[in-house]
């Protein structure tokens, strides 16, 4: 099966630890990789007001997300000579702590994993329609803003 | 022509709904004055607007069947 075939990037909730071990597990048979890169994104519990975030809620556009995550995908290996690519971004709620997004690059060299993980998640963050509403301890909310 | 619109985020909470009806909604220019002047809480709300998950940068006419959508800025990752 092509390594380039369309998948489906958002999943329900967060991103477990032990789902990204066994994605990387699942390479030791592709014996000509030479490097992997790894980027995970972890809900922080900001301070913002005097109030702690406790988790994000994210909602997304979906059917447009997946679209545009399948462009970037393209967008990736084009750009890019890698040997495979996973990503993942969460929906629904993440707790502070707790992973919701991975992006996994695989190629011979390292220069390839390093550049082409960095340009996904900026493809990401700039063009991809979710949003993350941040919950605090009362239940009240405000809606994440990314920075560089 | 009436539309639905899909509304996302922070723009649907001002809103109070994920949807929104335009009557004659002849182009997309048309809708984001009519957005304004439903909610003028939105007058200086960043927010983009998609029809058929494609971005647009200009004035574009809608036509039957078009999917229209007012994103604001996102915040993935």
Known sequence: ?148 | MSITIKIFGQLAEIVGSNEWHVQDASDTNFIKERLISDFPKLKNFPFVIVVNKKFVNQNQKIQTGDVVALLPPFAGG
């Open chain 1, 1 to 148: 099966m092509s390594e380039k075939k369309k998948r489906k990037v958002l999943v329900s909730g967060a991103i477990a630890p032990e789902f990204i071990a066994n994605s990387i597990a699942k390479h030791s048979s592709k014996t000509t990789i030479g490097a992997h890169d790894i980027f995970l994104g972890q809900v922080r519990s900001d301070v913002i007001g005097g109030k702690t975030v406790q988790a994000i809620d994210y909602t997304a556009y979906e059917e447009m997300a997946e679209e545009k995550f399948h462009e970037i995908r393209e967008a990736t290996f084009a750009k890019f000579s890698l040997s495979c690519m996973h990503v993942y971004h969460s929906l629904g709620a993440v707790k502070a702590g707790e992973i919701s997004l991975f992006v996994f690059v695989s190629s011979t060299h390292r220069a390839d994993a390093f550049d082409a993980c960095r340009f996904v998640v900026e493809e990401i963050k700039a063009n991809v329609p979710i949003w993350g509403k941040e919950i605090f301890e009362d239940a009240t909310h405000s809606w994440k803003v990314n920075t560089n």
